[in-house]
């Protein structure tokens, strides 16, 4: 099982980056999914989160400029990242809720993709 995140780089503040993260392996079906992040220097901070029906959570700070969604059928997790700045400066890891195909419940973790916005 792994979750495999893509989609950052470095953008301009004011522009816009969409992250990706793909879940594979045995999965039976996949519960919360969502999008931390971590800045040089300062703890790991949830960004976003979606859960299996649709329901959505963001951190007050990327509310109105960030949209979490999910396919899944594709078992994949997406964040719209819209006039981004400075301060999203990050690296981003997808995290999900997994129940896997032999009935554990366990949460796995991307491996993390660099968003760099320049002023």
């Known amino acids: 099982v792994q979750l495999q995140a893509s989609g950052g780089g470095l953008v301009q503040a004011g522009g816009s980056l969409r992250l990706s993260c793909a879940a594979s392996?045995?999965?039976?079906?996949?519960?919360?999914m969502g999008w931390y992040r971590q800045a040089p220097g300062k703890q790991r901070e949830l960004v976003a989160a979606i859960t299996s029906g649709g329901s959505t959570n963001y951190a007050d700070s990327v509310k109105g400029r960030f949209t979490i969604s999910r396919d899944n059928a594709k078992n994949t997790v997406y964040l719209q990242m819209n006039s981004l700045k400075p301060e999203d400066t990050a690296v981003y890891y997808c995290?999900?809720?997994?129940?896997?195909?032999?009935?554990?419940?366990?949460?796995?973790w991307g491996q993390g993709t660099l968003v760099t916005v320049s002023s």
């Open positions: 392996g045995s999965i039976f079906s996949i519960n919360a």
């Open positions: 995290a999900a809720d997994l129940i896997l195909d032999y009935g554990l419940r366990a949460d796995y």
